[in-house]
């Protein structure tokens, strides 16, 4: 069986082919240069650039699979949650393809594909389901930050989220504060590098409160006003590094210690880890380090897959295909504020 997925929630143009759990193709091209010089994604640019890419994508995925359009037994996209028109160009351009071909579509939810992109591993990329186990997933991304109880395939419960910012928000809007180009949370990871975390203490948001709920906020406006009150900290270097070695650290510290309580009070072996701050550095080592201690299993996805692509989408639409899910409808329309339960 294979399988078209289509992904254009944010700023990614992205499309995929997926074969029995493999991934045949995986194309996603990032609009983050666009965006760059607003400081944030625009809506309005972001669904003119997925019209302008999202055939070129589709084409590029199916020579890539070495398929024709006829091939294709099944297809997907992303249905919410999203930016409105940014998720219609997809959806709609997945829908007409399916409904030409006479073809099953099936809308996914974004956040659901994240829970699996870790599944997704090895060269070439294939989803390893037999390894699979019930476990603690963290999706933190710019847009989200939340904590997932996957029991089982296809079967999840949401234990909280974040109250205010995303953290890759919170890395973004201290970055700017720093003077660091957008987005700024790969650059102020960068900058880590010979920094000391224990340098300045700020707080750690809700570290201590018996909830799954995150709060990124009122982190960066401390760092607002640390730098108000010492302004020439930026003029030096090592007080730069550790500046945002200690910031990378208590973003770091609250992620993981939520997801490692998480994980020892529902009794589950594995925790997993997905979304675009899932490339930081300090996370990926500090829930490296928390795992092995705890003796829990650690899924990060990997980096290719933890931005936003199509090939999460196709898995987890290949799973529902098979577990005998129906398809969508022909007149189904996109779900922009679609929440993960
Ligand atoms: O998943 P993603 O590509 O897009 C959405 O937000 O949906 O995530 C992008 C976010 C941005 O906030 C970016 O700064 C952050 O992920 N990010 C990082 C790193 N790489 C990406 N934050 C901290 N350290 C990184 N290495
Ligand atoms: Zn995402």
Redo the contacts with the bound molecule.
Sequence with gaps: MRLLAIET????TSAAVICDGAVLSNIVS?Q?KLHAEYGG?VPELASREHLRNLLPVIRAALSEANLCNEQIDAVAATQGPGLPAALMVGFKAAQSFAFALRRPFFGINHHEA?LYSPWIADQPLRADFAAFQPNISLI?????TMLVHVEGELKHRVLGGTIDD????C??KI?KLIGLP?????????LTTGGNPRAFAFPRPLLHEANDDFSFSGLKTSVRYFLRDHPHLLDDEQSLRDLCAST?AA?VEVLVTKTIRAAKRLGVGCVTA??????????RTELAAACAKNRFTLRLAEKNL???NAAMIGILAERKLLAGHAPLRSDAEINVSWALA
């Design positions: 929630s944010c700023d990614e990032s983050i994604v994240h933190v991304s710019g847009g989200h995303a953290a890759g928000e890395f973004d970055a957008y987005p700024g949370g790969p650059e102020l990871d960068k990378q973003i997905s979304g675009g701050v899932t490339c930081n550095s300090g996370l933890c931005t936003d």
